[in-house]
Structure formats: C-alpha cells, structure tokens
C-alpha cells in the first residue's frame, strides 16, 4: 500500500479512501472503507475510456453481470457507478499476495497439493463465472489472489468491456489485444469468438506456472511474433507439472476448444485430492505464516495526514499518466515509485515491493488476530526425528575431521607418507568436499532428503572403513577423497532436515539453536572425544569410530517419513553444478596453495582468478536457466547476499578458534591431551548458550543483524584475549575468552542460519542450505591459509606469532561490518518489522 497524494479524491462514491493499492489496466485502484467499516479495493477507470460512450455502455453491462457472480472462490463485486464521471467498482478485499508475487518472487513453485487445490477452486471459480453469462478473457497468475482459505479469482468480466470497441476505438488505436502474453488461448490469438473453453485454456497455463514457474511457449524468452505462432499451432511444454495433474492440465491446453475439459469436469477431477481436505492446509507453512501477517499489518495500517485537500467536488480522474490497457502485447513501463521490477506480463495489480495487496473480504476484527496468529501448521510427525538426525550427521563430518587430524601424524609414519601426499591427503578432501556441495543440496531437493541423507552416510561410512584398512598410501588418499565427497551431500541434506522438519516458527528457531550449536561446538566435542575417550587415538581407529558414527546416523534417518522428491520431470542443471564445482574448487586449491607456496606465484593467481569468474558466470547462469541449482528469487532476499559473505568471512576467523585453545592449554599452559578435552567444555556450554538461550529466544523480537553483528563483535573480543593468556593461567584469560567467544558464535550462527532458509520452498531447502555450506567452506579455505597449510590446522604454531589472532580478529569484525551493512531484515516480531522472507 502506499499513502495517498494530494491529488487523489478523498471519497468515492460511499467509500473513503485510505491508501492507493497500486496501477491497473483500467486505471489507479484504492483500498477504501465504507461507513460501516468494510473494507474494499476500488478501481477507478482512465479518463482516456471513460470519455468512450461505447466503453461506458459495455462496462455498464459487465459490472452489472460480473454483481451477478457467486462462489466461495470469486471476489465478489460489491458496488459501482458506470455513470460517475470517472466510472468505478468497488469489489471486495482480499488480504493476500497475488499468484504472481507468490511464486516469481516470493517462495517459487508450489508444491503438488497446492497445486491440486489450486486447479479445484479455479476451476469452481470459472464456473460461477461462466454460470453468469460472462467469460473472464484474462486469467492469469495476477488475476488470481491467494489467502489463508484458497485462491480468489479478479477481474472477471471486466475487461470485455474494452474489447472490440466500434470506430475509432482504443483497440484500433493501441493495437492492443484483450488476454496477457503467456495466458492466452489459440482463439485469443487468432482473434476468434472467444467461449468459456478459452479461460479453461489460460486456467492450464496459470496450473504450469504456478507448479513449475515458468510461463509458457516462450513467452519471456522469445519474440512476440515467435510467441504467438507458438501459442497457436505448438504444443504446450508440460516438464516438471506433477505427474497425477499432467493429463489433465494438457487437457486443458489442448488446441481444439471442444476436446477440453469444463470447469465443473475440471473441479470434480480433482475434487477427490486428500489435500482438498479442509483439515488440510492448502499452502506450505512459510506461505501461510506470511499470509497471516500480512493481514495483521492490514489492521494496524494507518493513512497518513495530508497536506493538501482535494477539490471536494466530483470525483475527478487521478493525474497519473496513463498505464496501457488491459494487456499490452509487451511489458509496461514501471512505475517510477515502484522499486519492483514488474513481470514480463502486465499485472492487474502491480504492488510496490513488501506488500500484498488484492480484492476479497477483509478480516474482520474478530477473526483477523486469529488468521494472524495461527497460520503456520505445527510440526510435521517427524520434526524431532529429523532435527536429531541432522544433528547427528553435522556430527559424522566435524568429529571425523577433528579425529582424523589428531591422529594423521601416525598414518604419516605407519604408511610413510610424504610431505607431498599429507597434502595430497587434506587437499583432496577439501577439493571434492567443495566441489560437490552445489550439487549435493540440488539432488536432495530432487530425489528426497531421506534417501540421500542414508546413501550419502552409506557412502561416508564405507569409504572410512576401507581407508582404515589401506596399507598402502594412494588407497588412504583416495578413500579421503570419497569421505569429501559424501560429506557434500551430508552437510546441506542435514540443514535442509533441520530447517524443513519445523513449520511453526517458535519451533523452527528452537531447531535452528540445536543445529547452530552443533556447527559451532562440534570441534571442541571432538577434541573431548580425542582426549578423554580415546586418547592418543590410532589413525586406524578414527576412521572405524567415523564409520560407526554415520551408520548409526543412517540407520536413524531410515526412521524419517518418506519426503515428497522434487518435481516429476525436473531436471539437474549439469553446466551449473559444473561451474559452481569448478569456481569452489579454484579457490579452495588457490587459498591451499597460497599457504603452501607463501605468496602469489602464477599458479595461485590463476587459480583464484579462475574460481572468481567461475563463480560469476555460475551466478549468472542462475538467473538465465529453467532449472536453477538456487531459484532467482533467493538472491533477492534483503541481507541473503550479505549472509553468505558474512559466512565467508566469519568462518575464516573462526576455523582459528579451537586450535588457539588447544594451543593455549598445550604447550602454553602446559595441559595433556585427556585435560585439554574437559578444559574446552566451557566452550561447548557458550556455544549452546548463546545459540539455544539467546539468538533462538530473541530471534522474534531482535533484528538479525542486531544479533549477528553482536555476536561476531562478541567472539572478537574474545579471540583478542587469548593473546594475553601466555602465563596468566586457565582462569585469568582463557576462560573468560573462551565463554565470551563461544556466546558470540553461538549468538551470530542462529539468525544467520534463519535468513539464508527462511521461507525458503521445500523443494528448495537443499540448495539454499548448500549455500550456506558453499560459504562457510570458502571460508574454512581461507583459514586454512590463515593457520598457515592445510596439513597443520592443529600445529602448535599458531600462537607462535599473535599476528594469526590478530588477523582472524580483522576477519570478524570485517564480517560484522558487511552484516550491519547489508542485513536489513527486521525481526518479525517487531514492532513494524518486516518477516524474513523471499
């Protein structure tokens, strides 16, 4: 919504206007109030039509038609007056986003049941239409809003009104066609008389978009010759349309009007769905959850005072220059006050971007709090189970690599590895960890994370158990290289269980705390692990104890509930994976390299060099390709962006935090293995601590990058003081530091984790968690650099010169300064704060 103008009348009709809605075909639309309280979007026509006498006569006729529409899934129309000097209709208000925005912009496509729903009611919607003598001639995802109860339909009828004008007529003037590129029927292309079968034809294509978002025939991709031949005479693509729906959506589509399907066919088709269920929610939780407060703010929204009165007599039409009719054949210009780039069809409503405006019923302000408040369904059967399982698979990767390190030195001289193949060991690891996590979010999203969740650990377990039993160095190298590479798929797969097992948010932030524990304390929990269970532990045993971990994993994870695989028909982006691949293995080698060689020889330049332009043409292929490994919409986000950086540098300065204390406590303060172990639980608790009772409790009420930028400032601070520790004993400095450091990377790591997959659609959890992972990965390569080689992560070097603290001090409050630059997401909780969303 925004706030009305000077020049904007503050009445029609019976209805005061309170705030402008946003541009349509016919003209400016208003929300507006009646005397009773009710609440009402107003469509004011142009100046430009209602100085046309044959447009008054047909929009006369349409409204008083379009008065005569029922059903549940219409947005009825309330009032009108044809004869006003300014024609206009007031229909009811619809507190919800429009199929457009809720796809294109906000959670990408729906999921099959909701799809399902969505052509039952259309179709019902359609068939109220036509069952009062009118066709609706431009259905299309703007037409159709979504609520809390089901879709509404807009619009209908309205813009015949327009069509085929005698004479001199704007249809001859403009060259313009009735219908929006994308959602036209044959017949609307070739200008025939147009039946009720015609919307049946644009009710297939809204079905497409909305389960696969993706208009068809081209319509953004090619020109609008190409486009309408396309529509005409080609059949329609229907890849990635769920299968149980495909048959009758190509119904839908078929060219012949006579062989498609009714409305009423159409709704008791898919009338038998479970999904129709009215105990079943229609719409995934995070849409629903949005829903919900975007009704809440309808209710507190106040207009502004203005300053200038409008002429108190007749309604004039509002001096805003013209927007075209109904659907131009290209996009219109955008609106100078919108920063929303409108889509490549015209929306009836195009709103400025954080705002859902549409027709409907308002909430009344008995239900409304209830709508608000309880939109989100509560934890799916298998929430816990899947948080326990994620848990335990972040634990499979961190404590084999803390197990694995502490005890390479004895492979070194059991096997007699070389300089060189200790580094081969680590680098591979690292090199097939990186490259392979774009695609290992991308297959969880399409096959299903349980199943990869269990082949992925399989895999993990096998390849250390037959590294254990190597005697020979090439077999240890290699099946490190395996464990990298299953590592991949574990990592984003276990977010992605732990981020989509919770839709009620209170739930979900309670998750996100035990997961963010886990990644910040898991390499001290490891450190316990070596000292007091194990000892020195044999290299052979570490892998064993690996392999029992992630068994016991997989074997929890065959509990889990099957999950939904991603669309039928979708496909991996292979050119994607391959440069996302190719760009995080060039900088992983880059920043290994660098430590190793001690400065930028040419092979390190072109290594990093590479990876950067790969990374670049990665992300720009993102925005290009039908099937993205991360959907368009997740980089829109505000602060997403500044997340993943924020990642990239905070994960350098803190790789260093775990063995500054093992080297405080060691050779510093003298401690043997089994005491460094217990002496690092304090870090563990500030972890959990600062995750778990702090960032998930406030989340709600505190803006991210209040937690975040605190936090990192926080485990600055801390790292700072284990400079001083050399003689000052565990109490003086360690501790202390230790607390304030693993508070603040516990704090920070929560409301990172909850931008990056906030209303992120299930069937992209898995690539926007291997995001995440890709960062936090850069980052561990340039702390690698940091520390000085990637064989010596753990080398008592590293307090040998404070400049190392002092340089992962520099990267944490580098990161802080990109968070509080970049993330401006309000808490959602908060007073006019805006929810973490797409």
Same mark, same amino acid.
């Given at each position: 919504?925004?706030?009305?103008?000077?020049?904007?009348?503050?009445?029609?009709?019976?209805? @005061?206007?309170?705030?402008?809605?946003?541009?349509?075909?016919?003209?400016?639309?208003?929300?507006?109030?009646?005397?009773?309280?009710?609440?009402?979007?107003?469509?004011?026509?142009?100046?430009?039509?209602?100085?046309?006498?044959?447009?008054?006569?047909?929009?006369?006729?349409?409204?008083?038609?379009?008065?005569?529409?029922?059903?549940?899934?219409?947005?009825?129309?309330?009032?009108?007056?044809?004869?006003?000097?300014?024609?206009?209709?007031?229909?009811?208000?619809?507190?919800? !986003?429009?199929?457009?925005?809720?796809?294109?912009?906000?959670?990408?496509?729906?999921?099959?049941?909701?799809?399902?729903?969505?052509?039952?009611?259309?179709?019902?919607?359609?068939?109220?239409?036509?069952?009062?003598?009118?066709?609706?001639?431009?259905?299309?995802?703007?037409?159709?809003?979504?609520?809390?109860?089901?879709?509404?339909?807009?619009?209908?009828?309205?813009?015949?009104?327009?069509?085929?004008?005698?004479?001199?007529?704007?249809?001859?003037?403009?060259?313009?066609?009735?219908?929006?590129?994308?959602?036209?029927?044959?017949?609307?292309?070739?200008?025939?008389?147009?039946? !009720?079968?015609?919307?049946?034809?644009?009710?297939?294509?809204?079905?497409?978009?909305?389960?696969?978002?993706?208009?068809?025939?081209?319509?953004?991709?090619?020109? #609008?010759?190409?486009?309408?031949?396309?529509?005409?005479?080609?059949?329609?693509?229907?890849?990635?349309?769920?299968?149980?729906?495909?048959?009758?959506?190509?119904?839908?589509?078929?060219?012949?009007?006579?062989?498609?399907?009714?409305?009423?066919?159409?709704?008791?088709?898919?009338?038998?769905?479970?999904?129709?269920?009215?105990?079943?929610?229609?719409?995934?939780?995070?849409?629903?959850?949005?829903?919900?407060?975007?009704?809440?703010?309808?209710?507190?929204?106040?207009?502004?005072?203005?300053?200038?009165?409008?002429?108190?007599?007749?309604?004039?039409?509002?001096?805003?220059?013209?927007?075209?009719?109904?659907?131009?054949?290209?996009?219109?210009?955008?609106?100078? @006050?919108?920063?929303?780039?409108?889509?490549?069809?015209?929306?009836? =409503?195009? =709103?400025?971007?954080?705002?859902?405006?549409?027709?409907?019923?308002?909430?009344?302000?008995?239900?409304?709090?209830?709508?608000?408040?309880?939109?989100?369904?509560? *934890?799916?059967?298998?929430?816990?189970?899947?948080?326990?399982?994620?848990?335990?698979?972040?634990?499979?990767?961190?404590?084999?690599?803390?197990?694995?390190?502490?005890?390479?030195?004895?492979?070194?001289?059991?096997?007699?590895?070389?300089?060189?193949?200790?580094?081969?060991?680590?680098?591979?690891? #690292?090199?097939?960890?990186?490259?392979?996590?774009?695609?290992?979010?991308?297959?969880?999203?399409?096959?299903?994370?349980?199943?990869?969740?269990?082949?992925?650990?399989?895999?993990?377990?096998?390849?250390?158990?037959?590294?254990?039993?190597?005697?020979?160095?090439?077999?240890?190298?290699?099946?490190?290289?395996?464990?990298?590479?299953?590592?991949?798929?574990?990592?984003?797969?276990? +977010?992605?269980?732990?981020?989509?097992?919770?839709?009620?948010?209170?739930? @979900?932030?309670?998750?996100?705390? /035990?997961?963010?524990?886990?990644?910040?304390?898991?390499?001290?929990?490891?450190?316990?692990?070596?000292?007091?269970?194990?000892?020195?532990?044999?290299?052979?045993?570490?892998?064993?104890?690996?392999?029992?971990?992630?068994? /016991?994993?997989?074997?929890?994870?065959?509990?889990?509930?099957?999950? @939904?695989?991603?669309?039928?028909? *979708?496909?991996?982006?292979?050119?994607?994976?391959?440069?996302?691949?190719?760009?995080?293995?060039?900088?992983?080698?880059?920043?290994?390299?660098?430590?190793?060689?001690?400065?930028?020889?040419?092979?390190?330049?072109?290594?990093?060099?590479?990876?950067?332009?790969?990374?670049?043409?990665?992300?720009?292929?993102?925005?290009?390709?039908?099937?993205?490994? +991360?959907?368009?919409?997740?980089?829109?986000?505000?602060?997403?962006?500044?997340?993943? =950086?924020?990642?990239?540098?905070?994960?350098?300065?803190?790789?260093?935090?775990?063995?500054?204390?093992?080297?405080?406590?060691?050779?510093? #303060?003298?401690?043997?293995?089994?005491?460094?172990?217990?002496?690092?639980? !304090?870090?563990?608790?500030?972890?959990?601590?600062?995750?778990?009772?702090?960032?998930?409790?406030?989340?709600?009420?505190?803006?991210?990058?209040?937690?975040?930028?605190?936090?990192?400032?926080?485990?600055?601070?801390?790292?700072?003081?284990?400079?001083?520790?050399?003689?000052?004993?565990?109490?003086?400095?360690?501790?202390?530091?230790?607390?304030?450091?693993?508070?603040?990377?516990?704090?920070?790591?929560?409301?990172?984790?909850?931008?990056?997959?906030?209303?992120?659609?299930?069937?992209?959890?898995?690539?926007?968690?291997?995001?995440?992972?890709?960062?936090?990965?850069?980052?561990?390569?340039?702390?690698?650099?940091?520390?000085?080689?990637?064989?010596?992560?753990?080398?008592?070097?590293?307090?040998?010169?404070?400049?190392? /603290?002092?340089?992962?001090?520099?990267?944490?409050?580098?990161?802080?300064?990109?968070?509080?630059?970049?993330?401006?997401?309000?808490?959602?909780?908060?007073?006019?704060?805006?929810?973490?969303?797409?």
């Amino acid at each position: 919504m925004e706030q009305l103008i000077a020049e904007d009348p503050a009445r029609i009709g019976p209805y @005061r206007l309170i705030a402008r809605l946003g541009a349509g075909g016919m003209g400016l639309v208003y929300l507006g109030r009646s005397e009773a309280g009710r609440t009402v979007a107003v469509k004011v026509v142009q100046a430009e039509y209602a100085g046309h006498p044959e447009f008054r006569r047909r929009f006369a006729r349409e409204v008083a038609a379009a008065r005569r529409v029922g059903g549940s899934w219409t947005a009825a129309v309330l009032d009108a007056d044809p004869e006003a000097a300014v024609p206009w209709v007031a229909t009811q208000y619809v507190p919800g !986003p429009d199929l457009h925005t809720v796809v294109a912009r906000d959670f990408g496509p729906l999921p099959e049941h909701s799809v399902h729903v969505l052509a039952n009611r259309l179709a019902l919607a359609l068939g109220a239409v036509h069952g009062a003598g009118l066709i609706h001639r431009d259905l299309k995802p703007s037409n159709v809003l979504v609520t809390v109860d089901g879709p509404r339909v807009i619009d209908f009828g309205i813009a015949r009104a327009m069509d085929s004008l005698g004479g001199d007529s704007l249809h001859t003037r403009t060259g313009m066609l009735i219908g929006s590129p994308g959602f036209m029927s044959p017949e609307q292309v070739r200008g025939l008389a147009l039946t !009720p079968a015609s919307d049946v034809f644009c009710l297939g294509a809204v079905l497409v978009y909305a389960a696969t978002g993706r208009f068809l025939f081209g319509a953004r991709d090619t020109g #609008l010759n190409v486009h309408l031949f396309r529509v005409a005479e080609e059949e329609a693509d229907l890849t990635g349309v769920p299968q149980p729906l495909a048959g009758l959506v190509g119904a839908c589509l078929d060219k012949d009007p006579a062989r498609r399907p009714t409305p009423a066919e159409v709704a008791a088709r898919t009338a038998t769905d479970p999904a129709t269920d009215p105990a079943t929610e229609w719409l995934p939780g995070p849409v629903l959850a949005q829903l919900g407060r975007h009704a809440a703010r309808l209710l507190d929204y106040a207009p502004a005072q203005r300053t200038e009165a409008p002429a108190p007599a007749a309604v004039t039409a509002p001096a805003v220059t013209p927007v075209a009719p109904p659907v131009p054949l290209q996009a219109p210009a955008p609106d100078p @006050r919108s920063p929303r780039t409108p889509p490549a069809y015209a929306p009836t =409503v195009p =709103v400025p971007s954080g705002h859902a405006p549409g027709f409907g019923p308002a909430p009344s302000p008995a239900d409304a709090p209830v709508r608000a408040s309880t939109p989100a369904p509560a *934890a799916p059967a298998g929430g816990r189970r899947s948080l326990v399982v994620a848990v335990l698979a972040q634990l499979v990767v961190v404590l084999d690599g803390v197990m694995f390190r502490s005890a390479w030195p004895m492979a070194q001289a059991d096997l007699g590895l070389s300089s060189g193949g200790t580094y081969l060991l680590f680098c591979l690891y #690292l090199l097939a960890f990186g490259g392979l996590l774009p695609l290992g979010g991308r297959v969880a999203d399409l096959v299903g994370r349980r199943r990869v969740m269990v082949v992925a650990l399989a895999s993990f377990a096998t390849a250390a158990v037959l590294g254990g039993l190597s005697e020979v160095p090439a077999v240890l190298i290699c099946a490190r290289a395996g464990q990298g590479a299953a590592a991949a798929f574990v990592l984003p797969t276990a +977010l992605s269980l732990a981020v989509t097992g919770f839709t009620d948010p209170k739930a @979900r932030r309670r998750a996100l705390g /035990i997961y963010a524990a886990i990644v910040g304390g898991g390499s001290a929990l490891g450190v316990l692990l070596v000292g007091v269970v194990t000892g020195h532990l044999q290299w052979r045993w570490s892998l064993y104890a690996g392999a029992l971990i992630a068994v /016991i994993a997989a074997v929890t994870a065959l509990g889990l509930p099957a999950d @939904r695989p991603g669309r039928p028909g *979708a496909r991996l982006d292979v050119p994607g994976a391959l440069l996302g691949a190719g760009g995080l293995v060039c900088l992983t080698l880059g920043f290994g390299e660098l430590s190793r060689l001690h400065g930028f020889e040419p092979p390190v330049t072109v290594s990093l060099v590479l990876g950067v332009v790969l990374l670049v043409v990665f992300l720009m292929r993102q925005t290009r390709t039908p099937e993205p490994l +991360l959907p368009p919409y997740f980089f829109r986000v505000p602060g997403r962006t500044g997340c993943l =950086v924020t990642s990239v540098l905070a994960g350098a300065g803190l790789l260093v935090l775990v063995p500054v204390l093992r080297t405080c406590l060691g050779p510093y #303060l003298g401690y043997g293995p089994e005491a460094v172990g217990v002496l690092l639980l !304090p870090l563990v608790a500030a972890v959990a601590i600062g995750a778990t009772q702090i960032s998930a409790r406030l989340l709600d009420r505190v803006a991210p990058r209040v937690l975040i930028v605190g936090g990192l400032l926080a485990t600055a601070l801390g790292l700072f003081f284990f400079v001083r520790a050399t003689g000052a004993g565990y109490v003086g400095w360690v501790l202390p530091g230790m607390l304030l450091a693993g508070c603040g990377a516990g704090a920070a790591l929560v409301p990172v984790l909850a931008v990056m997959t906030e209303a992120v659609p299930e069937g992209h959890s898995g690539a926007a968690s291997a995001a995440f992972a890709a960062a936090q990965h850069t980052g561990v390569a340039l702390g690698v650099m940091l520390l000085g080689g990637l064989a010596s992560a753990d080398g008592d070097q590293v307090l040998q010169s404070p400049l190392t /603290i002092w340089w992962a001090c520099g990267f944490l409050l580098l990161a802080a300064l990109v968070a509080g630059l970049t993330i401006r997401v309000k808490a959602p909780g908060a007073a006019g704060g805006v929810p973490i969303r797409p």
